[in-house]
């Protein structure tokens, strides 16, 4: 590496930096295989090690399994970094049994490595992907070198391609956007010819990828629609061109950056839903609507009457994410719990006890003869919620809740269905008027207590042991509509009415696919720190402050731990200062006029432009994690540090460079070369300190001297 950093300096370098970069950029192939090479090199090197579950293994293992097996489930993330694994493991044999439990268990005789190989492919071509991108935004070699140096030989970049993870697959395509919007924005000057619709397309089809494997992918949608609203500005403002060429380039950009990605997105989620047919985990997450798709979930094929009528039993089930059902059971709330009445929680299993009988409020005994005729509920009508197995009414009053202190208890009370006025409840359908039905599964209700005005709201947070650690049940006396306080009619039985078959009231595409968005939003925001769990702050990232384990703890373990290489992730540290520091001092001078020379002018405009692309993408991919409310991992910061690398290779080649404005010809030059070649020489040795972190070790930690890391743990926050 070493040798071939000098020699492409002295043969790429002549005397004009100019002519000599125009001419190095023409011949990069055999660097760009020989990059590569390393990159895969380094990558796949010891892939099958450990053969354990290492660290999220578990969970995106397991979850491209379900795709084989072809089992719902429930994640945050969109569907396609899963179904990719899921396919990877499925060509390369292995047959989706392995249980993937917890972080340790070994893999034994199940072919897992086709995944991790994967993933280390498409982590490979990260370095490509920056090579390619740095050359075309500097237009020098040694910068586009030096930058798949810090990318090459990171063990944080190496140890995250490695394993079954989202991470590897999100950065490829993060990558893949801003080369081809970087490629595309090189075609400027060829509006409408092939290779510029290719690199269009290309971007377009990046984004869906990268927004298809997470939601941070947003971020790299906003770096390109920012360049895309300045690349726009710049046609308008270019007058020989008319206004219908404007318009057609409006156009393009439309089509290729927003309905070709939306339609590519929606198209993963149409075989997402194919695929995953059958009933699993994940049908609690959500409505009874949705599970009714599911083959082998009781609601599938299932035959009800589908509108609510006074004598029909019901269970029915909060609109939460996972929201239990409204359960009650013999067994009293305890002393000093509110009353001394019988229990009402929300339970997450089907259970007889989740049975609920609808009766008119006050006639008592029921006087509704089997030859009576059927009467349906209406939005507002009044019902007594008779418990079935124990006969006692669904009740509230002004006592408070056992755990939300603000809210009324909710009991139940009465002997035989005998009761008193405040067992009454008023049954309103959302968004429903005067004279509306209530459907089974379809209609979102809400229970209003007629003497108090509460609603009946699970607050998801789970009773002590007295309460079976079945969820709270409550009524709350406020009015903010949250799902908490939404209810649907889901298992319906009523003799006197006809059944239909649930296949009628199976959603269509559109309404699973918004409900899964809702179900998956909520679930992000719902990701709070544990007790005790490691939580990382932004601010720690950078720093390279603390990594993560990915493998074994204790000395006689096999351990990887995932850290940058601490040289790496400081130069780029270090970097970013220097790049905002120079670009100030460049743009001051461009401002006050000075009389600049062609070369001044040229790195002004790399610095200004070149690297101001890349150093949005870092921008755009740090600090909106400051803003946000959920649990935070060191992983988090990935995509951000491709672009302080890129950074870090632009910044110290226009720095060296520019050793030309202060120093005569002949030592300028020798400074940039050996400048460059050293950089890559120190980046080389720490990796050479620091490789096991990814490749593996074992003996003792490194506070020990015997330890094959004896004197690196140079931080204390770093867990080796
Ligand atoms: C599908 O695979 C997952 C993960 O290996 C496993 O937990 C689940 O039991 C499997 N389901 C079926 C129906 O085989
Ligand atoms: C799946 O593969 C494993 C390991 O190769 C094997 O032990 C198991 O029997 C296979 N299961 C099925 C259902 O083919
Ligand atoms: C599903 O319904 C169809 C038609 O109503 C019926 O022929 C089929 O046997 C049912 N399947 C199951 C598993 O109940
Ligand atoms: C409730 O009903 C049961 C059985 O129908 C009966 O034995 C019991 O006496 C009734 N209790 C009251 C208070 O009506
Ligand atoms: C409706 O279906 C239920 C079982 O799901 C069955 O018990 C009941 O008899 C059916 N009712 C009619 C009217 O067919």
Same mark, same amino acid.
């Given at each position: ?50 053969? %354990? ?10 979850? $491209? ?11 945050? %993330? ?62 020098? !070699?040694?910068?586009? !070198? ?23 697959? !999100?950065?490829?395509?993060?990558? #893949? ?26 971007? $377009? ?125 013999? %067994? ?10 019988? /229990?009402?929680? *929300?339970?997450?299993? &089907? ?26 509920? &209406? ?29 009324? /208890? ?33 209609? &979102? ?5 007629? *003497? ?7 607050? $998801? &947070? ?83 402050? /603390? ?60 610095? !200004? ?39 870090? #290779? ?71």
């Amino acid at each position: 590496m070493y040798a071939n950093g000098t020699s492409l300096g002295t043969r790429f370098l002549r005397p004009s930096l100019t002519t000599a970069l125009n001419e190095g950029v023409s011949h990069p192939l055999h660097l760009l295989i020989l990059v590569t090479l390393l990159s895969f090199a380094t990558r796949f090197y010891k892939i099958s090690e450990p053969p %354990h579950v290492c660290w999220d293994e578990t969970h995106f293992g397991k979850m $491209g399994s379900y795709y084989i097996n072809r089992t719902f489930f429930f994640d945050v %993330h969109p569907p396609l970094g899963k179904m990719l694994i899921g396919l990877a493991g499925y060509l390369t044999g292995y047959n989706g049994t392995f249980p993937f439990q917890k972080p340790g268990d070994r893999y034994e005789e199940h072919h897992y490595i086709g995944m991790r190989m994967f993933c280390a492919l498409l982590g490979s071509c990260l370095v490509p992907f920056a090579y390619l991108t740095v050359l075309e935004l500097s237009k020098s !070699l040694p910068a586009a !070198l030096l930058a798949t140096a810090t990318l090459i030989f990171d063990t944080g970049c190496i140890t995250i391609s490695q394993y079954i993870l989202l991470d590897p697959i !999100l950065l490829f395509f993060i990558m #893949g956007s801003v080369l081809s919007m970087v490629k595309f924005n090189s075609q400027q000057h060829r509006p409408f010819c092939t290779c510029w619709w290719f690199w269009l397309t290309l971007t $377009g089809t990046n984004l869906a990828g990268a927004l298809g494997v997470k939601f941070v992918g947003l971020f790299v949608i906003l770096l390109v629609g920012l360049n895309t609203v300045h690349d726009l500005w710049r046609l308008l403002g270019d007058i020989s061109l008319s206004m219908v060429s404007f318009g057609k380039h409006l156009l393009a950009r439309v089509l290729c950056l927003i309905l070709l990605p939306v339609s590519l997105y929606m198209t993963l989620f149409a075989i997402h839903f194919f695929v995953l047919n059958k009933s699993g985990p994940g049908d609690g997450f959500f409505s009874s609507a949705f599970q009714s798709r599911l083959i082998g979930n009781n609601l599938h094929n299932a035959s009800m009457p589908e509108y609510l009528a006074y004598g029909s039993v019901i269970t029915l089930k909060n609109i939460r994410i996972a929201g239990g059902y409204l359960h009650s059971h013999w %067994h009293l709330y305890p002393e000093g719990v509110g009353a001394r009445q019988q /229990q009402v929680t *929300a339970y997450l299993h &089907k259970d007889y006890n989740n049975l609920w009988i609808v009766k008119k409020p006050k006639a008592n005994p029921d006087p509704a003869g089997p030859s009576d005729p059927v009467k349906y509920i &209406k939005h507002g009508d009044l019902v007594r919620m008779e418990h079935k197995e124990t006969s006692r009414n669904l009740h509230s009053h002004p006592h408070e809740a056992p755990l939300t202190k603000k809210h009324f /208890q909710v009991t139940g009370y009465g002997l035989n269905g005998t009761g008193d006025p405040n067992d009454y409840w008023r049954i309103e359908v959302i968004g429903g008027k005067t004279g509306d039905l209530v459907k089974v599964l379809r209609s &979102k209700i809400r229970l209003v207590h007629l *003497a108090t005005g509460c609603y009946l709201y699970s607050s $998801g &947070k789970t009773l002590p042991k007295w309460g079976w650690e079945q969820a709270e049940v409550t009524c709350s006396p406020y009015m903010k509509e949250t799902p908490n306080s939404l209810w649907n009619v889901e298992d319906h039985f009523n003799t006197k009415l006809p059944n239909i078959s649930l296949e009628v009231l199976k959603p269509s595409f559109p309404e699973i696919l918004i409900e899964s968005h809702i179900v998956m939003i909520r679930g992000n925001s719902g990701l709070k720190p544990k007790e005790n769990e490691v939580t990382s702050k932004p601010w720690h990232w950078p720093i390279n402050y /603390q990594g993560l384990r990915f493998s074994g703890v204790n000395e006689t373990e096999y351990r990887v731990y995932l850290l940058g290489n601490p040289i790496i992730w400081w130069l780029n540290l270090v970097s970013i200062g220097l790049y905002i520091t120079m670009t100030s001092i460049a743009a001051i001078a461009i401002q006050r006029g000075s009389q600049l020379t062609s070369n001044v002018k040229e790195i002004s405009q790399v610095l !200004l432009y070149g690297a101001g692309q890349i150093m949005l993408g870092w921008v755009l991919h740090y600090f909106p994690f400051y803003f946000m409310g959920r649990i935070l991992y060191y992983h988090h910061y990935f995509p951000a540090m491709l672009f302080s690398s890129m950074l870090t #290779g632009v910044t110290w080649d226009t720095l060296l460079k520019s050793c030309d404005l202060l120093l005569p010809q002949p030592i300028a030059r020798r400074v940039y070369i050996n400048g460059v070649a050293l950089l890559i020489i120190l980046i080389l040795y720490s990796f050479y300190l620091f490789h096991p972190l990814s490749y593996g070790m074992i003996g003792p930690l490194a506070h020990e001297p015997s330890s094959p890391m004896a004197g690196l743990r140079w931080m204390e926050s770093w867990e080796f």
